[in-house]
């Protein structure tokens, strides 16, 4: 294991985020995730934020070349030894430009975790989904006690519901999956190792338990 990245694939609502934690505390891998930069940049102001808001709330992607910039920098600028990429690459141009900054700073390949979901699954998740404003953690009114406004029960920051969660932006995220984020389904399968994990019809904790044990068979 010591001698990969990861990479989570999958769906808007697959539980990519909740199976990073679970990785996170598995594997010691430094987790950079996509959509939580560029929602913190969004929440700062900043010129970046300002860019990829009106792209993040239509449910479309942010162009390429920024965030490709964005990881790029954050990988020259803490030169970590291994990462959990989760929402990065998602078009096969961000894939190609990942492999070229990997082998630019030293990082090894990546073993690929796909998470199959179906898309009436991730309509209803996404639908409840919360999220806290300060700590970025992920909650959903499905299984837990809470409502958008309430505090985070973790940092006492306040939850509230992502503008791209509401259904327009759901389905136009799920018509983007289908048309520039599957095909990299492909990609990594030639290149390997990718392992698919169903991430529905079970228990968060199951599910994690499956993810970490689908890394750890394909490191072997
Ligand atoms: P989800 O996987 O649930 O859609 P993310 O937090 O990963 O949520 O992404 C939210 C939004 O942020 C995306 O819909 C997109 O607008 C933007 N985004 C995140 N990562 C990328 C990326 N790698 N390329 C382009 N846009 C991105």
């Given amino acids: 294991m010591e001698k990969y990245n990861l990479i989570l694939l999958g769906p808007p609502g697959a539980g990519k985020g909740t199976h990073a934690e679970a990785l996170k505390r598995e594997f010691n891998v430094e987790h950079i995730s996509t959509g939580d930069m560029l929602r913190a940049a969004v929440r700062g102001g900043t010129e970046l934020g300002k860019l990829a808001q009106e792209y993040m709330n239509a449910g479309a992607l942010v162009p390429d070349e920024v965030v490709i910039g964005i990881v790029r920098d954050r990988l020259i600028a803490t030169?970590?030894?291994?990462?959990?990429?989760?929402?990065?690459?998602?078009?096969?141009?961000?894939?190609?430009?990942?492999?070229?900054?990997?082998?630019?700073?030293?990082?090894?390949?990546?073993?690929?975790?796909?998470?199959?979901?179906?898309?009436?699954?991730?309509v209803s998740r996404l639908s409840g989904r919360l999220q806290c404003h300060n700590c970025a953690k992920i909650y959903n009114t499905r299984y837990d006690q809470i409502e958008a406004g309430s505090e985070c029960p973790a940092c006492e920051g306040e939850v509230y519901q992502r503008e791209d969660d509401k259904a327009e932006?759901?389905?136009?995220?799920?018509?983007?999956?289908?048309?520039?984020?599957?095909?990299?389904?492909d990609y990594y399968r030639y290149r390997g190792p990718l392992v698919e994990v169903r991430a529905e019809g079970s228990t968060i904790e199951a599910l994690s338990a499956e993810v970490v044990a689908a890394v750890r068979g394909a490191a072997d």
């Fill in 79 to 122: 030169r970590p030894e291994r990462v959990l990429f989760d929402g990065f690459p998602r078009t096969p141009a961000q894939a190609e430009a990942l492999e070229q900054v990997c082998l630019q700073v030293g990082l090894p390949r990546a073993i690929v975790i796909y998470l199959e979901v179906s898309d009436d699954e991730v």
């Fill in 169 to 185: 932006a759901i389905r136009q995220r799920l018509r983007v999956y289908r048309e520039q984020t599957a095909p990299l389904f």
